[in-house]
């Protein structure tokens, strides 16, 4: 039952090709907005949160500071909305959920970039 359902879930998504990216990376998720009959693409870069779910109930959050406020939005993996996702940073956390972030400020709200290390 549940490969049937897997199945038509697959053939409903439309396969967008995203990066690879987890918590504590830092993204730029270019989002269409329709204001009456016009459309325009609407930058949102912060850091993501957390990744939940599977297929085609996966979203991920990404916070971001405005002036002095946190800004979350959760946003849909299969959204037609989505035009592009850029990775900006890597984050090297040690959680899948990081909920800490949402108390830090100033230099506490930095998270280190991991490291790549060249391969011979």
Same mark, same amino acid.
């Given at each position: 039952?549940?490969?049937? %359902? ?7 998504? *439309?396969?967008?090709?995203? +990066?690879? #990216?987890?918590?504590?990376?830092? @993204?730029?998720?270019? /989002?269409? %907005? ?18 939940? *779910?599977? *297929?085609?109930?996966?979203? #991920?959050?990404? !916070? ?8 979350? !939005? @959760?946003? +849909? #993996?299969?959204? +037609? #909305?989505?035009?592009? %996702? ?12 990081? /909920? ?5 400020? *100033?230099?506490?709200?930095?998270? !280190? ?8």
């Amino acid at each position: 039952m549940s490969n049937i %359902i897997k199945e038509v879930q697959e053939e409903l998504n *439309g396969k967008n090709e995203f +990066p690879d #990216f987890k918590a504590g990376s830092t @993204v730029t998720v270019h /989002y269409k %907005i329709k204001e009456g009959n016009k459309e325009r693409v609407q930058l949102f870069q912060g850091v993501v949160i957390q990744r939940r *779910g599977s *297929g085609a109930t996966e979203t #991920f959050t990404v !916070r971001k500071m405005s002036g002095n406020i946190g800004v979350e !939005r @959760v946003i +849909p #993996f299969n959204s +037609p #909305f989505i035009e592009k %996702i850029e990775v900006n940073k890597v984050g090297d956390v040690r959680r899948a959920r990081i /909920y800490y972030f949402r108390e830090r400020r *100033g230099k506490s709200a930095r998270i !280190r970039e991991k490291k790549v290390y060249a391969t011979k």
